[in-house]
């Protein structure tokens, strides 16, 4: 072996130090191409930026799962004191819009034609039985086609009336109520749904552009013919997978930053944890979002088929079974075991968790090492099946 100024000489008389330069400038050479594929494409800054945002602005503020105001039919058939001071207690709460009506009849038609979600009914007898030291007879009527809006007409009504009945008892005399329950909601104050709905959302995001997006890389290079080119060419197998690979990952944590500066300026999102931390957290994914895509693409040449394939194996997973919107735990047994094979559920926790909480590592620790080993394993297998030859499906 030859000996120079520069280390060591191989059989070609071309140095160690000047092969690993050589190394360097042609996977800077495939970054640069694809930075510019990327800058061509207009879509890319649609994916990049547009997206991201649009899609934020429509779950923190077009989709909420809050209740809003709720409209209420009053149907008093007391006519008592009572039955007035309770029926002006929802007519001035916060939660409901309510108008009386004069009969059963008219309550089931504003129900029919969807003018009123529900239906509260002051039973004729009710000052009587007030008076008389019992409990006035009331009952509540509400529209099952939408039960989450029925269950919070149901709970709204029931803390309304307990609140009504602990402040005042038959003839007006003030009386204290035996038990006095006192909701507090811990890392969400306001119990706004926006602050959980955000977090979760960057998550199918950072899942949109890793998986989708990445799973057309390589069958694209083949429908327009110049993967045989790049194939022809003196570059490795781990230069064609860090080409295809920095690049997107650039984007991906381009729309973290903006996804997450969007949350805490646009929606108030708080943000408890460390910016670090945050930023690890959001590599990890994003490397294995970007593995699954890219074995995808290496897998299938076809633009189509990839993306069909990205779109159910990872959008489509990462919209319904991480927990953005659906609780995991209310799931079925069998999609609960699907969940923990997801990495868009242990991000979005985590995303939930560092916005909401802190940095609480119980969580982080065994989700960055799912998500870790999840990458390793398909960014390896990516580089197995990622042949230079044009007698393989890879």
Same mark, same amino acid.
């Given at each position: 072996m030859l000996q120079d100024a520069g280390g060591a000489?191989?059989?070609?008389?071309?140095?160690?130090?000047?092969?690993? =330069?050589?190394?360097?400038? +042609?996977? *800077? $050479?495939?970054?640069?191409?694809?930075?510019?594929? #990327?800058?061509? /494409?207009?879509?890319?800054?649609?994916?990049?930026?547009?997206?991201?945002?649009?899609?934020?602005?429509?779950?923190?503020?077009?989709?909420?799962?809050?209740?809003?105001?709720?409209?209420?039919?009053?149907?008093?058939?007391?006519?008592?004191?009572?039955?007035?001071?309770?029926?002006?207690?929802?007519?001035?709460?916060?939660?409901?819009?309510?108008?009386?009506?004069?009969?059963?009849?008219?309550?089931?038609?504003?129900?029919?034609?969807?003018?009123?979600?529900?239906?509260?009914?002051? =039973?004729?007898?009710?000052? +009587?039985? *007030? $008076?008389?030291?019992?409990?006035?007879?009331?009952? #509540?009527?509400? /529209?099952?086609?939408e039960p989450n809006t029925a269950q919070y007409i149901r709970n709204y009504s029931q803390g309304l009336i307990a609140g009504w009945q602990a402040a005042a008892a038959p003839g007006g005399r003030a009386r204290k109520a035996p038990v006095e329950l006192q909701p507090r909601y811990w890392y969400n104050p306001t119990a706004k749904s926006e602050r959980f709905l955000v977090p979760g959302a960057i998550t199918v995001i950072m899942t949109l552009i890793g998986t989708l997006l990445t799973s057309l890389v390589f069958a694209r290079e083949w429908e327009r013919g110049t993967m045989e080119a790049m194939i022809a060419t003196p570059v490795t197998r781990m230069q064609l997978l860090l080409g295809k690979l920095i690049p997107y990952f650039c984007m991906g944590m381009f729309s973290m930053a903006l996804c997450a500066l969007a949350?805490?300026?646009?929606?108030?999102?708080?943000?408890?944890?460390?910016?670090?931390?945050?930023?690890?957290?959001?590599?990890?994914?994003?490397?294995?979002?970007?593995?699954?895509?890219?074995?995808?693409?290496?897998?299938?040449?076809?633009?189509?088929?990839?993306?069909?394939?990205?779109?159910?194996?990872?959008?489509?997973?990462?919209?319904?079974?991480?927990?953005f919107v659906f609780d995991i735990n209310s799931m079925p047994v069998a999609l609960q075991a699907l969940t923990r094979l997801l990495p868009a559920s242990y991000f979005n926790t985590c995303l939930r968790t560092i916005f909401l909480t802190g940095d609480v590592w119980s969580i982080f620790g065994?989700?960055?090492?799912?998500?870790?080993?999840?990458?390793a394993a398909l960014l390896g297998l990516v580089y197995r099946n990622l042949a230079k030859r044009l007698d393989t499906r890879a």
């Open positions: 000489m191989d059989a070609d008389g071309i140095s160690t130090a000047a092969r690993r =330069r050589l190394w360097l400038r +042609q996977l *800077l $050479a495939l970054i640069v191409k694809e930075f510019q594929e #990327i800058v061509r /494409d207009p879509s890319s800054y649609l994916v990049a930026g547009v997206l991201p945002l649009s899609f934020l602005l429509l779950f923190g503020y077009g989709i909420t799962l809050d209740a809003g105001i709720l409209r209420l039919a009053v149907l008093d058939q007391s006519g008592g004191s009572h039955a007035l001071s309770l029926a002006a207690d929802f007519a001035h709460s916060p939660w409901f819009e309510t108008v009386h009506v004069g009969d059963m009849e008219a309550a089931a038609r504003k129900m029919r034609d969807s003018e009123v979600q529900g239906v509260l009914v002051i =039973r004729e007898d009710f000052d +009587q039985e *007030l $008076a008389a030291g019992g409990t006035g007879p009331l009952q #509540i009527l509400v /529209d099952g086609t949350a805490v300026t646009l929606f108030e999102v708080p943000f408890r944890g460390s910016l670090w931390v945050l930023l690890v957290l959001s590599t990890v994914f994003m490397l294995s979002a970007l593995g699954q895509g890219l074995l995808i693409s290496v897998c299938l040449r076809g633009q189509l088929v990839a993306a069909e394939a990205g779109l159910f194996s990872g959008f489509l997973p990462a919209l319904m079974l991480s927990g065994p989700s960055l090492l799912f998500m870790g080993l999840l990458a």
